[in-house]
């Protein structure tokens, strides 16, 4: 027999017993790993299409104090946005977004979605499957369904001569008379009406992040 015919019936030969038992083994094997892998899955993505949606308000939030801080437009800013509907400042809000409510029923509202309580003057997002969410109150951490966020002015306390964090001064061993200092604009940042656990995650290292804007 040629070389030419070997090649062609070994090619049409098919699997052997053992080569579909290796086979099927395997499969089992990377299914098995995979289903434990990545049964997670559901939470985290929506952890971080939450964490997504947030960055980008805040995103937003940073371009509009900047523009306003050069434009000498800071304290209309911080009245037209603080306690405002963050939803608003962007071009397309998210597709689970719901809208603006005076008046709802939790219940009956869809999980994994947004809406903005005009009572309460509050971004809320409503949790899935709400596994692993707590609120932390005090040393109490409480299982919770929702998030409340809102536009909040941020300040810090400066020394006058220099306009540096009164902080600074202090890590490096140096006091700061009352008087030598002053409450200076931080910028805006989108925070949480009560600290919030997220998995293994803190919010606060999340976004630990204020809007900065220039002197």
Known sequence: MNAPSRLMRLRHRGFS??????????????????????SGY????????????????????TL??????LNEG?????????GGNPMSLMLRPPRNYLGEFEEYTLRNLPRRSWFYDK????????????????QLIGERSVPTQEIRLHIKA????????T?????MAADSGRL??????????AGLVLTEIVPYRWGRGINEDEFGFVAMTPR
């Open 74 to 82: 800071r304290d209309a800013l911080i009245t037209s946005l603080e």
């Open 42 to 61: 559901p939470g985290e993505a929506e952890k971080a299409n939450f964490i997504a949606v947030r960055a980008q308000l805040q995103n937003s939030i």
């Open 119 to 134: 009572t309460r003057s509050e971004l809320v997002y409503l949790i899935g499957s709400g596994e692993g969410v707590t």
């Open 17 to 38: 017993l053992f080569e579909f038992v290796v086979f099927v083994l395997s499969v089992a094997i990377i299914y098995s790993y995979a289903a434990q892998r990545f």
């Open 163 to 167: 306009g540096l964090p009164v902080v």
């Open 176 to 185: 700061v008379a009352t008087d030598a200092t002053e409450l200076q604009f």
């Open 64 to 69: 509009l104090t900047f523009s306003a801080q």
């Open 154 to 161: 941020e300040y810090v306390l400066v020394e006058k001569s």
